[in-house]
């Protein structure tokens, strides 16, 4: 039989994948390493591995023992996977930044998390590196792994990641794009590409806000400032990164990174996380500079599903002011409303009585129905309208609400662009959102000045 002995054979020989469609009018050859495709969905379960294999090895990680390590998430569920197999503890710290589908992995996986805020300098003792280092101090039997100084973190991708690239490419790799964190994915297969070839050029992604690329270009260290993606950039220099395998460090913004890994979710297929789209657009950078002869490889970090709440989530971005206007479309707008705990959609018959349908603008406190019949829009009706002309003739509260119904709000499908959506909105109080033929829901002009 076809069988490995557990989880942990898995790690690593993940496959390359040759973009099309973001590469159309790039002469050069692009191709994703599918690191998402680890057992942890991670790059970082290369290191987690090594990490720990070294730590017994050198008898500083002793059985029964507990691992304590810094992270933005990856790195811990790398070693957690590990650690379950092989028998150890895990407690783990990280920024209120990191998703809370990676914390709830860890969790799942029976570790301990240990939340500290995101806005802490590195040489506070609120920092998440300091908060780890002081819960080993006071642990027994435990080993704070570190991955920013750990030799065996670069060392995983010499001996790993570097060779599969060359032996995947035939030697015919020109460029490597991975993104700067802990240094070890750059900085280990960096220098095993410029071993077999040192023309390659190693080109490392970093978003605005990391102090990488200051320092690389002048010498001189900055001081950080926040950024929402997750997992690379810093704002100390880590042991692990080793310039002189780096050629060139691109700056990414946080929005180009974001849009850029959900480009790669719907065009390519390829489900994956914000660092991800960092090391795509770096990668793109590069390869339009060249000929057909250029191969060019980034790393896919991790996969999509550990961001659904963030950047793969529409109301996310539009909270962070990420959207990109000319994309707005009325589903978006839709989707991204603030409810308030309302249905999506409270409507009328035509054959209910205004009484009835009174009572459910009262009921939700709403100004505004629309009147549907079998899925169509046959009218509307507002509170301040029914009120006047009770006022004028009480009976009519038992009239139906197609005698007394106005004309009907239009009807947009969630895919047109907002802007069709805003011209109807100029003539009318409210649209009505059809998905697939069908209505289901409501957007007024106060739904969309919240939006904006």
């Given at each position: 039989?076809?069988?490995?002995?557990?989880?942990?054979?898995?790690?690593?020989?993940?496959?390359?994948?040759?973009?099309?469609?973001?590469?159309?009018?790039?002469?050069?050859?692009?191709?994703?390493?599918?690191?998402?495709?680890?057992?942890?969905?991670?790059?970082?379960?290369?290191?987690?591995?090594?990490?720990?294999?070294?730590?017994?090895?050198?008898?500083?990680?002793?059985?029964?023992?507990?691992?304590?390590?810094?992270?933005?998430?990856?790195?811990?569920?790398?070693?957690?996977?590990?650690?379950?197999?092989?028998?150890?503890?895990?407690?783990?710290?990280?920024?209120?930044?990191?998703?809370?589908?990676?914390?709830?992995?860890?969790?799942?996986?029976?570790?301990?998390?240990?939340?500290?805020?995101?806005?802490?300098?590195?040489?506070?003792?609120?920092?998440?590196?300091?908060?780890?280092?002081?819960?080993?101090?006071?642990?027994?039997?435990?080993?704070?792994?570190?991955?920013?100084?750990?030799?065996?973190?670069?060392?995983?991708?010499?001996?790993?990641?570097?060779?599969?690239?060359?032996?995947?490419?035939?030697?015919?790799?020109?460029?490597?794009?991975?993104?700067?964190?802990?240094?070890?994915?750059?900085?280990?297969?960096?220098?095993?590409?410029?071993?077999?070839?040192?023309?390659?050029?190693?080109?490392?992604?970093?978003?605005?806000?990391?102090?990488?690329?200051?320092?690389?270009?002048?010498?001189?260290?900055?001081?950080?400032?926040?950024?929402?993606?997750?997992?690379?950039?810093?704002?100390?220099?880590?042991?692990?990164?080793?310039?002189?395998?780096?050629?060139?460090?691109?700056?990414?913004?946080?929005?180009?990174?974001?849009?850029?890994s959900r480009r790669l979710s719907r065009e390519?297929?390829?489900?994956?996380?914000?660092?991800?789209?960092?090391?795509?657009?770096?990668?793109?950078?590069?390869a339009k500079g060249l000929d057909e002869n250029?191969?060019?490889?980034?790393?896919?970090?991790?996969?999509?599903?550990?961001?659904?709440?963030?950047?793969?989530?529409?109301?996310?971005?539009?909270?962070?002011?990420?959207?990109?206007?000319?994309?707005?479309?009325?589903?978006?707008?839709?989707?991204?409303?603030?409810?308030?705990?309302?249905?999506?959609?409270?409507?009328?018959?035509?054959?209910?009585?205004?009484?009835?349908?009174?009572?459910?603008?009262?009921?939700?406190?709403?100004?505004?129905?629309?009147?549907?019949?079998?899925?169509?829009?046959?009218?509307?009706?507002?509170?301040?309208?029914?009120?006047?002309?009770?006022i004028e003739n009480p009976a009519i509260i038992?009239?139906?609400?197609?005698?007394?119904?106005?004309?009907?709000?239009?009807?947009?499908?969630?895919?047109?662009?907002?802007?069709?959506?805003?011209?109807?909105?100029?003539?009318?109080?409210?649209?009505?959102?059809?998905?697939?033929?069908?209505?289901?829901?409501?957007?007024?002009?106060?739904?969309?000045?919240?939006?904006?």
């Open positions: 039989m076809k069988v490995v002995n557990s989880v942990l054979e898995l790690f690593g020989r993940t496959p390359l994948v040759k973009l099309n469609k973001l590469t159309q009018d790039i002469k050069a050859s692009v191709y994703a390493k599918m690191e998402s495709m680890n057992p942890g969905a991670s790059v970082k379960d290369r290191i987690g591995l090594a990490m720990i294999d070294d730590a017994v090895k050198r008898g500083v990680l002793k059985p029964g023992g507990t691992i304590i390590e810094a992270t933005s998430g990856n790195t811990g569920i790398g070693i957690a996977i590990a650690a379950t197999v092989k028998g150890y503890k895990c407690i783990f710290t990280m920024t209120e930044k990191v998703s809370v589908e990676k914390r709830r992995y860890l969790q799942a996986l029976g570790a301990d998390v240990v939340i500290c805020p995101m806005t802490a300098k590195h040489d506070t003792p609120e920092h998440y590196v300091s908060v780890a280092k002081r819960i080993a101090e006071d642990t027994p039997n435990s080993l704070f792994m570190y991955q920013y100084n750990n030799p065996s973190n670069p060392e995983a991708h010499y001996k790993t990641t570097g060779p599969e690239l060359w032996e995947q490419t035939g030697g015919k790799i020109t460029h490597f794009v991975g993104s700067l964190g802990t240094g070890g994915t750059v900085s280990g297969t960096g220098r095993f590409l410029k071993e077999k070839n040192p023309k390659i050029k190693i080109i490392a992604a970093d978003p605005y806000g990391s102090i990488f690329k200051t320092y690389k270009e002048s010498g001189v260290m900055t001081e950080g400032t926040p950024y929402l993606v997750e997992g690379i950039g810093q704002d100390m220099l880590p042991e692990n990164v080793h310039f002189k395998y780096i050629d060139e460090i691109i700056n990414v913004t946080d929005k180009d990174s974001f849009h850029m390519e297929g390829i489900f994956c996380g914000g660092s991800t789209g960092t090391n795509l657009v770096a990668a793109l950078k590069v250029g191969l060019v490889v980034f790393v896919v970090c991790d996969t999509g599903e550990r961001y659904l709440s963030k950047h793969h989530s529409d109301e996310w971005m539009r909270e962070k002011r990420l959207l990109e206007k000319d994309k707005v479309t009325v589903g978006v707008v839709f989707q991204t409303k603030l409810s308030g705990g309302l249905p999506n959609l409270v409507s009328a018959s035509p054959n209910e009585t205004i009484g009835e349908a009174l009572n459910r603008l009262e009921e939700y406190n709403i100004s505004l129905l629309p009147v549907l019949d079998d899925n169509k829009s046959l009218g509307s009706l507002t509170e301040a309208d029914i009120m006047s002309r009770i038992e009239k139906k609400v197609s005698e007394l119904m106005d004309k009907p709000y239009p009807v947009i499908d969630e895919s047109d662009d907002m802007k069709h959506g805003i011209q109807s909105l100029k003539k009318s109080p409210a649209i009505l959102v059809s998905q697939y033929g069908r209505i289901i829901g409501i957007l007024t002009r106060i739904d969309v000045l919240d939006f904006v």
